[in-house]
């Protein structure tokens, strides 16, 4: 049995992998597929890929571009999740801040340099025209390190998918004054190119796999409540995320990546761009 190592954000995106793998799934087609939870995110894993402590990642598309323009050793071989992801811009409750506005110049809470909180931070500067360059961050490495943040003021406001949060709100820690939706599909599968020219045959077969689960995935009954214990969540806010959010089958688009990578270069968080070749791979 081939053992691969893949790695994902502990969300309800992900719940597919998870019910393939106890299904049995992977186990019969000889594959040991094990998953780590990595509640810090893009940039941990753009991390464990560089240092082959993952095989594959689930990961945020502008996070693991800008990566492997960067020299990660790496290619997004599909898009996981082709709907945008909508990023809540929060503050504490008990904050004064009550629009976009009375947050510039404040200092945002990210999980780490590099992740989608960072990245996304930057997007969002540059839709309400503010200067890049001045935004000021606080590394806090995940949900409860950006809770504790906010409540104790040593960050301003923090961005996060809105529904992963939507129990934080509920529970007055939160507020919500925005939303900022990804302007590009949210989630790709990213795989060592290592582990690409090594096993090919075990990566396409593991695609194969999600991709009947992701593609049935809506249709698995009462996969609402499941996924409403399992992560928490109301059952209407779950109804509402499964509305807005797509699972794709398909590899990403050559425009499509053209117009990240001139998103990332024009917000200077890339210094250059890669060609399609060389980030993504057919398999």
């Given at each position: 049995?081939?053992t691969?190592?893949?790695?994902?954000?502990?969300?309800?995106?992900?719940l597919?992998?998870?019910l393939?793998?106890?299904?049995g799934?992977?186990e019969?087609?000889?594959?040991?597929?094990?998953?780590?939870?990595?509640?810090?995110?893009t940039?941990k894993?753009?991390?464990?890929?560089?240092d082959?402590?993952?095989?594959i990642a689930?990961?945020?598309?502008?996070?693991?571009?800008?990566?492997?323009?960067?020299?990660?050793?790496?290619?997004?071989?599909?898009?996981?999740?082709e709907?945008?992801?909508?990023?809540?811009?929060?503050?504490a409750?008990?904050?004064?801040?009550?629009t976009?506005?009375?947050?510039?110049?404040?200092?945002?809470?990210i999980?780490?340099?590099?992740?989608?909180?960072q990245?996304?931070?930057?997007?969002?500067?540059?839709?309400?025209?503010?200067?890049?360059?001045?935004?000021?961050?606080?590394i806090?490495?995940?949900?409860?390190?950006?809770?504790?943040?906010?409540t104790?003021?040593?960050?301003d406001y923090?961005?996060?998918?809105?529904?992963?949060?939507?129990?934080?709100?509920?529970?007055?820690?939160?507020?919500?004054?925005?939303?900022?939706?990804?302007?590009?599909?949210?989630?790709?599968?990213?795989?060592?190119?290592?582990?690409?020219?090594?096993?090919?045959n075990?990566?396409?077969?593991?695609?194969?796999?999600?991709?009947?689960?992701?593609?049935?995935?809506?249709?698995?009954?009462?996969?609402?409540?499941?996924l409403?214990?399992?992560y928490h969540?109301?059952?209407?806010?779950?109804?509402?995320?499964?509305s807005?959010?797509h699972?794709?089958?398909?590899?990403i688009?050559?425009?499509?990546?053209?117009?990240?990578?001139?998103?990332?270069?024009?917000?200077?968080?890339t210094d250059?761009?890669?060609t399609?070749?060389?980030?993504?791979?057919?398999?």
């Amino acid at each position: 049995m081939k053992t691969i190592k893949i790695a994902g954000v502990p969300e309800h995106f992900n719940l597919p992998w998870h019910l393939a793998i106890e299904n049995g799934d992977f186990e019969k087609a000889n594959i040991d597929l094990e998953w780590t939870d990595v509640p810090e995110g893009t940039g941990k894993m753009c991390q464990m890929l560089r240092d082959g402590e993952t095989d594959i990642a689930v990961i945020l598309t502008e996070g693991i571009v800008k990566d492997i323009v960067a020299g990660n050793p790496s290619k997004i071989v599909q898009m996981y999740v082709e709907s945008p992801l909508i990023w809540g811009i929060h503050v504490a409750a008990n904050s004064d801040y009550s629009t976009l506005s009375d947050i510039e110049n404040t200092k945002v809470a990210i999980s780490r340099y590099g992740s989608g909180s960072q990245l996304m931070a930057y997007v969002n500067a540059q839709n309400q025209g503010w200067k890049a360059n001045d935004l000021q961050f606080e590394i806090v490495n995940t949900l409860d390190g950006a809770v504790d943040a906010l409540t104790h003021q040593k960050a301003d406001y923090f961005m996060w998918e809105k529904f992963m949060t939507k129990p934080l709100v509920d529970n007055g820690i939160f507020r919500r004054i925005a939303d900022c939706p990804t302007p590009w599909p949210c989630f790709v599968i990213a795989v060592r190119d290592e582990v690409l020219t090594k096993h090919p045959n075990t990566i396409a077969t593991i695609l194969e796999i999600i991709n009947t689960t992701t593609q049935e995935f809506k249709e698995i009954p009462s996969i609402d409540r499941t996924l409403a214990e399992k992560y928490h969540q109301k059952i209407n806010d779950i109804n509402d995320w499964l509305s807005v959010t797509h699972w794709s089958q398909s590899q990403i688009k050559e425009d499509m990546l053209n117009k990240i990578q001139n998103q990332l270069f024009e917000l200077q968080i890339t210094d250059k761009k890669g060609t399609f070749a060389s980030i993504v791979k057919a398999i």
